[in-house]
């Protein structure tokens, strides 16, 4: 008798509030991908995630299987690693690689552990049920005691997204504000309400329409309210670097990925650290899910990432060859 996977379904509601928040127009179906046409509210999020999704995509893979090789493109790997790393799962159906929009997934499991996945079907209505084998679920940060479903590293950011939502209202007011604070006009008259708003909004229109500049006669005194904004606080709201670093951290990629420079270690040294992240975080991925499901073997060839100390190495211990190396050095 199958069951319900609960966990499943809480996972999944956290990683999509969290998603809606962060990523608008993100598009998850079949010919779905991060393009111009999408927005990402956090530049980050979206720089990391398209960086490692495109190094991931554009990393030859050796394949046995040519007829499935020929599915392994660079537009295909490279929605496969968006829609895992946003969602922490990307469902492709075996039979034609055809990316399923995770919200039309469920998951079952029976008593014997036997999983079957549910899909339904968003012009007819009509769900139809897989097995495990048929489905190529790639997946990040599995969770549950199963180790099915994945977790976006977005979840580990939800402190520091709230941080940077604040930082930004801040920021806004600040700006809006201006540094002087806000004007106060005094005239030696009385005014109701509407009067007042009227004075208000001619004093507005003339500051927009003359770069700022006022000019008024004796009957009017024009002052500033300066603002309360703390110091302090406009210097956490101002700190981007912070910010870029979580996010960073989050996906276990080096800072200099998203533009910021790490004072303790070498350029070289941190391209090896985002190698090895690419190499033992995020090929493996693709990796497993494609030996376990599909008929032959497959693996990413990472002659690229290595020096040219290591090809030479390698050469001499005939694993490469010369046309290996040129592809290699694009010579």
Do not use: W
Request: aromatic letters at 8%; proline letters at 2%.
């Amino acid at each position: 008798m199958l069951h319900i996977f609960d966990n499943l379904k809480n996972i999944q509601k956290r990683n999509n509030d969290l998603i809606f928040n962060t990523v608008v127009n993100y598009v998850s179906s079949n010919n779905g991908s991060l393009n111009n046409g999408s927005l990402v509210q956090n530049s980050d999020i979206y720089s990391v995630i398209t960086q490692i999704a495109s190094d991931i995509a554009s990393t030859p893979m050796k394949a046995t299987n040519n007829i499935v090789a020929k599915e392994l493109n660079f537009q295909f790997l490279n929605k496969v690693m968006i829609q895992t790393l946003i969602y922490g799962n990307c469902y492709v159906l075996s039979r034609n690689f055809k990316i399923i929009d995770n919200s039309d997934i469920e998951i079952q499991i029976d008593d014997d552990n036997n999983i079957k996945y549910l899909i339904t079907d968003n012009d007819t209505n009509d769900t139809n049920t897989y097995d495990s084998k048929d489905i190529l679920h790639f997946r990040i940060n599995p969770s549950d005691i199963y180790g099915l479903v994945g977790v976006s590293p977005l979840e580990s950011l939800r402190d520091t997204l709230n941080i940077q939502k604040s930082a930004n209202k801040v920021l806004q007011r600040f700006y809006d504000e201006g540094v002087h604070g806000s004007l106060v006009v005094k005239l030696n008259t009385t005014l109701n309400k509407e009067q007042r708003d009227k004075a208000r909004d001619e004093l507005i229109k003339s500051m927009n329409s003359n770069l700022g500049a006022i000019v008024t006669d004796e009957s009017t005194e024009i002052d500033t309210l300066k603002n309360n904004f703390d110091g302090d606080i406009l210097k956490i709201a101002q700190n981007t670097d912070y910010l870029s670093k979580q996010v960073a951290k989050a996906f276990s990629v080096p800072n200099f990925v998203l533009g910021v420079e790490d004072n303790h270690s070498n350029q070289e040294q941190v391209q090896n650290t985002y190698n090895n992240a690419l190499m033992n975080i995020y090929q493996p991925i693709i990796e497993s899910e494609l030996n376990a499901k599909l008929s032959g073997s497959y693996s990413f060839s990472n002659a690229k990432y290595l020096s040219i100390n290591d090809l030479i190495n390698l050469k001499n211990n005939e694993v490469l060859t010369n046309d290996d190396i040129k592809q290699t050095l694009k010579i």
